[in-house]
């Protein structure tokens, strides 16, 4: 039986400050602001304080070692350095800048498989900018995954909003490759992960799962598409076999109303945009995007880098808010389930 722990056992959050010239600095400056007003646990910064300096005068302090954060959190942001050799102008992403970003990733994400923190938050990155520089996984997802020994199929991207939780089975991938990588394999795995983590990080016993038709009407019983018929259906009678609360596969174009989100934990969607315009249409200022399937406990706003908002102090913070406290919730449950 677990026993109740002291969230202040929790070690400080590593959150990577994205791509220099982008709103993530700004965002993670707002939610230091914001850290009383909303309760956020103690987290430090992974990146280039000249990110921060260009874009805000609050103060900032360097330290060596996650620990240290502790005691300088509520007086100044904590920030673990990771040079940027370029120049620093917000809304011009450049290659430094790139490199940067993914060094503090990698940074972050290390110290949060360590154990020194507690876990890890991203801001966001420019994937153009990434791959320019070389960077071969589709995003930061499946780089985390991989850094904790995890295949990148073997993980799940689920969107978090007050009122939705959606999964794409297919992330960023053209559109029209998505019919031919939906496979009976791909949706049980990756349904088994969403319930495994549903019950894991938020705690619910046994998960209700609304799966999403691929083709309009979910395939009117295969005369608009054969999917549903010969993928879908079959994966979910597996998981149901398996003791799983999976259902559908349900017509997306009503999957989303207030209705039918009453009734499932979490959507599980086809494709990207399947899962991410409702969610982003509800929640955008305080979506979360989080990695499930991972041994460490990763989060990030929905939002990207906004390159067009950078410097102008005019991005909402509510999001990077909401990934940092939903990061500390989860890993904080974690940390109870292991004592
Ligand atoms: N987790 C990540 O690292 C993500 C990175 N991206 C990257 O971001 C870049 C830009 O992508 P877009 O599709 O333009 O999405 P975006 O989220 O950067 O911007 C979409 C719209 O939302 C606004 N917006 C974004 N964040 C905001 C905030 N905090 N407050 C107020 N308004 C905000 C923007 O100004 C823009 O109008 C791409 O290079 C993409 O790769 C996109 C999504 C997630
Ligand atoms: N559209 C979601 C997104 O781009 C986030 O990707 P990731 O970098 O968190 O894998």
Known sequence: MGRTVDARALPPLAVALGDPAGVGPEVVAKSWEARERRRLPCFFAVGDERALSVIWRGPIVRIGTPAEATAIFPNALP???????GDIIPGEPNTPGARCALDSLELAAGLARSGAAGAVVTAPVSKAQLYSIGFTHDGQTEFVAERCGIAGGNVAMMMVGPSLRTVPLTIHT???????LLTIELIVSRVRTVNRGLQRDFGITCPRLAIAGLNPHAGENGNMGTEEVE???????MLRAEGIDANGPFSADTLFDPYARKGYDAAICMYHDQA????????????????LGLPIVRTAPDHGTAFAL??????????????????????????????
Do not use: W
């Not at 993928?231 to 009678?237: G, L, M, V």
């Open 79 to 85: 920030l673990i350095q990771v040079d940027d050799p």
């Open 174 to 180: 053209p559109i029209a490759q998505v019919p031919g």
């Open 231 to 237: 993928i879908i259906r079959p994966a979910i009678e």
């Open 276 to 291: 991410l315009i409702p969610l982003k249409t509800l929640h955008f200022d305080d979506g979360v995007n989080m990695t």
């Open 310 to 339: 950078a410097g102008r102090n005019a991005a909402r913070g509510d999001a990077m808010i909401a990934a940092i406290a939903l990061a500390g919730e989860c890993a904080s449950r974690r940390l109870q389930a292991c004592v």
